[in-house]
């Protein structure tokens, strides 16, 4: 189900790319204590946990899993923001950390892309062995909320009850090529210098061979880092086939669970048109669109001092609903 959504953007925030960067550096200093929790993977790498408490296994509160965005973290502000909610609601917050986006470089030359769902299903199934007495729940931001899909796609017997997708970059083409346009190309740069960052050391460590240091310096978009990097490493034919095979438009229908997709017209991260299903989707997915919001914003409130994180209300009024 398309329907439009109720957000309304602050009045001194109603430019995309203002809604976007102000989401982050208004929440710059916020701080959230978290439990680490290293799980060993069955390929012999690893991924860390970030948990707002450590149940034990007896425990029946409702376990809320995160899966953040490209080169994210538990310092991320969406992160930040929606593992205090649901500390504050009573529930249990864990923030399931990609390959290598930890702070800790994991131990293969392949860390994570749009499509992998191989963690995110290893962690689900030891979830539902560990805590057999709760509700689980699904919450993907961004790069997060593609894996997110294709996870629910491909493993429909998942244990999660419902899922939120926010801002993902469900056509990974288009979105490519929006975020090498205008001011978006700022948050480009940005983030294709964490990925050569990230690259270079595991290329210093000798995890990565066969990549030529002076062409990847010259790497200036995401197409190219995915054509250069992510595609060959993750056995791609290129980034193109990569795109194809790892955007989640394409499998939405596949979903069985309950999902809420949430994404903003005006993101500058995704192409709106190619972003938006064209078909009528089963009435368990709702597609929600806000006309303002930027990538990951949805900032509301009169009042510039005390802001109101939209996404911070609606994400745990539609995990009540399924409670």
């Known amino acids: ?28 200093k916020e701080k959230l204590n978290t439990i680490v929790e290293t799980i060993e993977l069955p390929d012999g790498d690893f991924i860390d946990l970030a948990w ?15 899966l953040h965005g490209l080169e994210g973290s538990v310092n991320s502000h969406y ?8 500390k504050q609601r009573g529930w249990v917050g864990v923030l399931m950390h990609f390959r290598g986006c930890s702070g800790r470089m994991n131990r293969q030359a392949a860390a994570y892309h749009s499509g992998d769902t191989r963690d995110i299903a290893y962690l689900g199934t030891l979830l539902k062995e560990r805590y057999q007495s709760c509700a689980f729940f699904l919450i993907g931001f961004s790069l997060g909320g593609n894996v997110a899909t294709r996870y629910l796609a491909q493993y429909p017997e998942n244990p999660f009850t419902a899922t939120c997708i926010v801002c993902a970059p469900l056509h990974l083409a288009s979105c490519s090529q929006r975020i090498n346009k205008g001011f978006s190309k700022v948050y480009q740069k940005y983030l294709v210098k964490m990925l050569k ?39 791609f034919k290129s980034a193109g086939d990569y795109y194809q095979q790892a955007s989640g438009l394409t499998v939405l229908q596949k979903i069985k669970q ?33 006309t303002r919001g930027g990538h990951v914003g949805f900032i509301s409130g009169n009042n510039p001092l005390k802001p109101t994180y939209w996404l911070e209300q609606r994400i745990p009024k539609f ?5």
């Open 79 to 86: 992160v930040k923001g929606m593992l205090a909610t649901i």
């Open 52 to 66: 707002t408490h450590l149940p034990d296994t007896r425990n029946n509160k409702p376990i809320v899993v995160i």
């Open 1 to 28: 189900m398309l329907t439009k959504s109720h957000f309304k953007a602050a009045w001194w925030l109603t430019n995309t790319h203002f809604q976007t960067i102000a989401a982050k550096w208004l929440r710059r």
């Open 258 to 290: 309950h999902c809420l997709i949430i994404h903003a017209a005006d993101d500058p991260f995704l192409n709106h048109q190619s972003i938006i299903f064209k078909e009528p989707l089963p009435k368990h997915i709702t597609f929600e669109v806000t």
């Open 197 to 235: 960052d990230s690259t270079r050391l595991k290329i210093k460590s000798q995890l990565i061979t066969g990549i030529c240091p002076e062409k990847l310096n010259k790497i200036k978009t995401i197409w190219d880092f995915d054509q250069m990097i992510t595609a060959p490493l993750n056995g």
């Open 319 to 323: 995990i009540e609903q399924h409670l």
